[in-house]
Nanobody, 115 residues
Framework: QAQLVESGGDLVQAGGSLRLSCSTS????????MAWYRQAPGNNRELVAS???????EYVTFVEGRATISRDDVKRTVDLQMNSLKPEDTAVYYC?????????WGQGTQVTVSS
């Protein structure tokens, strides 16, 4: 059964960096575009960045220039490097397919940025 597990979230000061990682299982990783999403308290879940199976990346405006999404098809992981973190980046971060599959949401990993 396919599964996604996120890790790497932490409490950091504004201006700091984090590297989030998503480990996958179930054999579908290599055939799918993947993405990172986030959900802040009181907000809907939103897309942060995506990467196709061929490695083409896209970023939403609020992280462009501060984030790098990458994938390792051997390890079957998808990472999100976040730099220059801002308090408004505070959220639970999730990985999923792109577009997402509703039955694939994991527990996410909490990122908290203090001012």
């Amino acid at each position: 059964q396919a599964q996604l597990v996120e890790s790497g979230g932490d409490l950091v000061q504004a201006g700091g960096s984090l590297r989030l990682s998503c480990s996958t299982s179930g054999g579908i990783f290599s055939r799918r575009a993947m993405a990172w999403y986030r959900q802040a308290p009181g907000n809907n879940r939103e897309l942060v960045a995506s990467i196709t199976k061929d490695g083409t990346t896209e970023y939403v405006t609020f992280v462009e220039g501060r984030a790098t999404i990458s994938r390792d098809d051997v390890k079957r992981t998808v990472d999100l490097q976040m730099n220059s973190l801002k308090p408004e980046d505070t959220a639970v971060y999730y990985c999923n397919m792109y577009p997402p599959l509703n039955n694939m949401w994991g527990q996410g990993t909490q990122v908290t940025v203090s001012s």
